[in-house]
């Protein structure tokens, strides 16, 4: 009796298993993704958007940064400056922190004041707007723009030693030490019985 039992509990083991793997590849296949989306699933963009420069990285206090790059210019693309993961907020009045992208490029202008840490979005869609993340032609996602050349950040070097070293490594000599004693001690006191 045991033998079908166990037989039937593997063979449902691997069903079910089987099926949670097999669930999320069907379902996938059964959506649509035009540029609108479907079933709560975004589409993918309509192309890539590439930064193609910062104009500096270490700037005096007040200095416009331009950032420029390209961007697919179907399906309603919009751009967005982001400083400090916030939508960014013209400081001045020639900043564009925003843009549609009607030529495939685009070209942002920020005033920095303090180190800050710009990057660009883009939304895309007909009905929806969806938003997907622009990065330079080596994947660098975001810049940080330095206030002062005095100012670059400089992060410490990581702590990779300890300054107690040389006891820990004396305290395992003498460990060492005291069980070969105790080794000895012990081999001598079964000779002597």
């Known amino acids: ?98 843009q549609d992208v009607t030529d495939g490029s685009f ?5 920095v004041s303090q180190t800050t840490v710009l990057s660009v979005n883009f939304t895309f869609g007909n009905q929806n707007a969806y938003t997907a993340i622009c990065s330079t032609k080596g994947g660098v996602l975001s810049e940080v723009v330095s206030v002062g050349a005095n100012e670059v950040n400089k992060a410490p070097l990581a702590f990779t030693g300890s300054s107690d070293t040389p006891s820990y490594v004396l305290i395992g000599i003498a460990a060492i030490v005291l069980g070969a004693v105790l080794v000895v001690a012990a081999r001598r006191r079964s000779q002597v019985s």
Request: proline share 9%; with cysteine.
């Open 107 to 111: 070209t942002l202008k920020y005033t």
């Open 1 to 98: 009796m045991r033998n079908p039992v166990r037989k039937f509990a593997g063979v449902a083991a691997v069903v079910l298993l089987g099926a949670l793997v097999a669930s999320p590849m069907l379902a996938a296949g059964a959506q649509t993704n035009g540029s609108t989306g479907s079933n709560g699933v975004p589409p993918d963009p309509p192309g890539a958007c590439v930064i193609s420069a910062f104009n500096d990285v270490t700037v005096a206090s007040g200095t416009q940064v331009t950032i420029t790059g390209t961007a697919p210019s179907s399906d309603n693309t919009h751009v967005v400056l982001y400083a400090n993961g916030q939508p960014a907020v013209a400081q001045s009045p020639s900043d564009i922190v925003a």
